[in-house]
């Protein structure tokens, strides 16, 4: 079997063309164009560039982009209190710290300080634990950029049987909840795994981020899984390439993500959908 490919490229085109369509909407009936704000404190290479890719898409979707970009320098006290003006900022509706911070800034006050009611990275403990209560509000863009693309390319989840691999607060552990919710039968691998090639092989979808280049070999995978590549690592020679070895699971999987243009575009349409939300139809009823 070759699997089908599922091209987040194209869904996350699709996605981010009909969020221009209703900002435009929006602002024609005297509505504010949704502003968000990417904190990026630091020069690391991969987060430049997807913040330039986030920058852009925003001007694409018609946002207000406030972005700020930090020399690495910046204390923890500076942060705080930028993101301090942005929460009292009425035309700013999302802000992210795009992550890895510099080794002296301290995450997670990072991401608390930041309102859950603006929180469009899903990451406040508050949104985490309405996602894992199922009272969803705002959920973190990469798993719920996966749910998007199989739900729009009408593959069921329930019953299924499905293994995530990674337990990072950013894609596996709310990957998991999101499966969960859906009615999947959900296990989740870490470092502690004891046989991480028995696991996926019974996996009737399997979604991997570990930021561990061709970690999940080919051969490991059941015939006819869904397979969700999520990792994104860049080799010696320039070129991508994602934590599961592709060119082996693809003769196995029945549906399968490319790296680029796969989950990436999605995780960055989503922002845009969730700052959206924020800007147009969140009814906060946090102080
Ligand atoms: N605050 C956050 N930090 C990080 C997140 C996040 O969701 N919020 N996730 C990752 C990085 N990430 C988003 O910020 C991200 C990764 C990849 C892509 C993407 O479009 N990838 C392209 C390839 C881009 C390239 O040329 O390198 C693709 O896969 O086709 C977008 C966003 C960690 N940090």
Redesign the pocket.
Known sequence: MTAKILDGKAIAEELRNSIKDEVERQVAQGNKRPGLAVIMVGEDP?SQ??VR?KKLACEKAGFKDVSEVLPASTSQEEVLALIDKLNADDDVHGI????PVPDHINPEEIIERIHPCKDV?GFHPYNVGRLATRMPQLM???PHGVMTMLAKTGIPLRGLNAVVVGASN?VGVPMMLELLNERATVTICHSATKDLAEQVGRADLVVVGVGIPNMVKGDWIKDGAIVIDVG?NRMDDGK?CGDVEYDVAKEKASWITP???????M??ATLLENTMKVAYQLDCKLK
């Not at 992210?96 to 992550?99: A, E, K, P, S």
């Open positions: 991969a560039v997807y890719n992210i710290v795009q992550l990275d973190p863009c990469t950013i994104i991508l790296v680029p243009g796969g989950v990436g575009p995780t960055i």
